[in-house]
């Protein structure tokens, strides 16, 4: 079982892609608060859980991130 730490990318500005490993299984909340320059996620098939406020603040994203 793999997760991320919570806020791990947060306010990072310039990142605009995040491709997640397909060992993830757990988004932490607020992992990218704040990163407000990120236009796209992805996120594998093997999550199950996404914390609150794990993509807020992420005002470029283009389109829903969880599968």
Do not use: R
């Amino acid at each position: 079982d793999k997760a991320l730490q919570p806020l791990s990318c947060q306010k990072l500005h310039e990142v605009t892609d995040i491709d997640l490993s397909d060992n993830i299984t757990s988004i932490p909340g607020a992992m990218c608060f704040g990163c407000t320059s990120l236009e796209n996620i992805v996120v594998p098939e093997g999550v199950v859980s996404v914390g609150g406020f794990a993509f807020s603040g992420c005002i470029a994203l283009k389109e829903d991130v969880v599968p």
